[in-house]
DNA sequence: GAAGATTGAGAGCTCAATCTTC
DNA sequence: GAAGATTGAGCTCTCAATCTTC
């Protein structure tokens, strides 16, 4: 679990940091089941994609950057819960296939996200998700 | 720059991501004058203490593990930004000591932060502020 | 033995360069 | 040449093991 623990005091973007530490709540439920949360995310998009998908469109699907997908799909081929495909309509893609493995993983790694944010939900009120989601729309204006 | 790119979409904590995603606003205007959230913290910290400090206790006020710092100041380090000096008082320790280019470095990139970071103070309300120290506190708990 | 720091291995991320296939 | 994927280099971070000094 890399993130960030260096950057825990940029004013307020403290805030924002600490709120975002409450990942770790996800990332250690996960991490009992062998998973964390980049893999669970590649495992969720094969799974609603019904399965399979050539490695460029798990990039895109991801957001981030084909390079990266590369090796979080080695790491996860070795793991036994993904592996790739020779792509019959295209020879210079290749494709990820969820396993059945992959895919017992994928069902608990969701069941646990889903508590874990259920959790994380109960602590909040509506309100409170409210005027979140204007905070950060406002703070995503500036990004730009 | 890192920033967990693959974990966003984990429903309302899609949202804390978006936030904490903000931090690319910093990370952009610091990596124009070579440096990084991390390595511009290190040296806060160090100018804090008036310019040396044993790389325990930096990891200590970095929140982070020793064998971080170790790696951080080996780059600050080639950066020239830092070097390290024996300690006369124990010969376990090693001090990190910010240079003369560190001290101009720590003065550039502490400018770009304060901008940085009011330009995003600028996007929100005073109860903005207020409202989100509060959802991160009641969040805070629940990490517990 | 305990406290400093470092090293080794590995997860997760990025960019630039490369290789194959279209 | 452009689109797939991969590789190489590097940043940030963690844990476990090691080495030196107390």
Redesign the pocket.
Known sequence: ???????CRTSFLALIHAAASVESVIESRLATLGL?I??LAALTRLQEAGGTL???HL?ERLA?????V????D?LESDGLVI?AADPS?????LAAITAAGRRAYAEGARAQREAEAALFAALSEQDVARLSEIVAKLERVRA
């Open positions: 679990m890399p993130e960030s623990s260096v950057s964390s980049p893999k050539p490695l460029g990039a981030c950057v084909k390079s990266n590369t090796q979080l799909v790491r790739r295209d020879r210079r893609s290749r």
